[in-house]
């Protein structure tokens, strides 16, 4: 259990960018936090940690966006517009949230309620004011 205060976008972008450097391929990282929170910004910071140089931007209508990183895809899912996790199945994107054959960050994670594998990480953006964000985490370390 932790926190962490971003007083900036690009705060939030290096805090991310830190904890690529512990993925692995088959790691499951969650973001909550409401609209504007700066999940996608958390994202990009992650994205550039992988050596992503790609525009990273939200998949919200495509639901998952795929990136080539240094140490293989970045999965980038969106489940902002799915409502059961039997929709989240019906888009196929289970094996992203399960057991993905790369790295996987999942916007709107808490839309998906069924189980999430052996060191899956969350992490809670917070809107304190326009600027301040307060980045919740549930697990040890980080
Ligand atoms: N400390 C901060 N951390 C992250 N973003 C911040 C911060 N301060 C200001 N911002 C701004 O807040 C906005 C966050 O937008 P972002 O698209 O990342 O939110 P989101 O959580 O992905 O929203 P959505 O639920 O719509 O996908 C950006 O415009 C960003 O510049
Ligand atoms: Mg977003």
């Not at 790369?102 to 999430?116: A, K, L, Q, T, Y």
Request: proline share 4%; net charge negative; aromatic share 10%.
């Amino acid at each position: 259990m932790g926190s962490y205060i971003s007083h900036s976008a690009a705060e939030t972008e290096a805090f991310a960018e830190a904890l690529a450097r512990s993925l692995v391929v088959g790691s499951v990282i969650g973001l909550a936090g409401d609209l504007g929170a700066g999940k996608t910004q958390f994202v990009k910071g992650l994205a550039r940690g992988l050596g992503i140089t790609e525009r990273v931007h939200s998949p919200t209508f495509a639901l998952l966006n795929s990136y080539e990183g240094v140490r293989g895809p970045l999965f980038h899912l969106d489940l902002y517009r799915l409502e059961t996790d039997q929709q989240v199945i019906d888009a196929g994107l289970e094996e992203y949230l399960h057991a993905p054959a790369g790295i996987s960050v999942i916007e709107w994670v808490d839309r998906w309620r069924g189980p999430m594998p052996q060191g899956y990480r969350r992490f809670e953006l917070e809107t304190m004011d326009e600027r301040t964000r307060r980045i919740i985490y549930d697990h040890p370390g980080d």
